[in-house]
């Protein structure tokens, strides 16, 4: 049998990070939606009782360093699944962005093998499996648009954000989330208002939402990596209604209305950024099916 998963990537419209746990984990309060660029997830079952990770990039391990072969290792354990799988990964979500493709196409693997081995479960069980795997995992096991608490495993569905372009553009470096918050100071970080920014996306306000992005880890990652804020720069000079780092970084994306002002932006950052895209902003979970 055979079975098709989209892994899409988001976006941190807000991050808030809180402080950190008992646990060594942070608690924050972050905004998420999810972006029409993403990974494709293929998975055959196979008799052998074994897992098989097929990864077409380079920059992609096979084995138990990615979380998407993590993910079938939970899942076959599990539900105590006897037979295989086959897993196929293409990438098209870039690595080690701040874009939690790693984290999507877990969550892709969780969902695809629920219905791979026709399993009795449901989103909110294979999301308490993601929790185990990435902070981020259970946010892309629902999808759409969410408020995420927590550690990110604490879920609350919000509306999709307004119709917009997002033209995202990641420098030719990787960042490491664990070294970003090992060098975060809370107390002296920059917090956004999350609120604002819930409310803007229940009340469809796309200038409020505009105005409520905010990273308290974008600072951190600024100052280790300057090209950062450079490319936000160009961004807003280009035009971008808004322009914010997602996750640890490096990506960089901005929120434009227009699609002519959405390529005018786009065609900018080609000049000196070999990882541009533009795509819309997907924000519901029915685009996962």
Avoid at 218 to 246: I, N, W
Wanted: aromatic fraction near 4%.
């Amino acid at each position: 049998m055979y079975i098709m998963e989209k892994a899409p990537a988001k976006i941190n419209l807000s991050l808030d990070v809180l402080h950190k746990r008992k646990d060594g984990f942070h608690e924050v309060e972050m905004v998420m939606t999810t972006i029409d660029l993403a990974d494709r997830i293929e998975l055959t079952s196979l008799k052998k009782n074994k897992i098989v990770l097929e990864a077409e990039s380079r920059y992609v391990p096979n084995d138990e360093r990615n979380l998407a072969y993590l993910a079938a290792k939970k899942m076959k354990k599990h539900y105590s699944i006897t037979g295989g799988v086959h897993i196929k990964l293409t990438k098209h979500v870039p690595v080690a962005a701040g874009l939690a493709g790693g984290s999507s196409d877990a969550a892709a693997v969780l969902r695809g093998m629920a219905r791979l081995f026709d399993l009795d479960t449901t989103p909110g069980e294979l999301a308490e499996i993601g929790a185990e795997i990435g902070s981020d995992v259970s946010f892309c096991v629902h999808g759409g648009t969410a408020l995420a608490t927590g550690r990110g495993e604490k879920i609350e569905e919000l509306p999709a954000p307004p119709p917009c372009w997002v033209v995202l553009a990641k420098p030719p470096i990787g960042v490491s989330t664990k070294t970003i918050y090992q060098a975060l100071d809370v107390k002296e970080a920059g917090h956004p208002d999350t609120s604002s920014m819930v409310e803007a996306l229940r009340t469809g306000d796309y200038e409020k939402m505009c105005q409520s992005v905010g990273n308290t880890l974008e600072g951190v990652t600024v100052r280790l990596y300057p090209e950062v804020a450079q490319l936000k720069e160009h961004m807003l000079q280009a035009g971008a209604d808004t322009s914010l780092m997602s996750g640890s970084g490096p990506t960089v994306f901005s929120l434009v209305e227009p699609d002519v002002k959405a390529r005018r932006i786009c065609n900018h950052l080609k000049g000196f950024c070999d990882e541009v895209y533009m795509v819309r902003v997907l924000g519901t979970k029915e685009t996962l099916d």
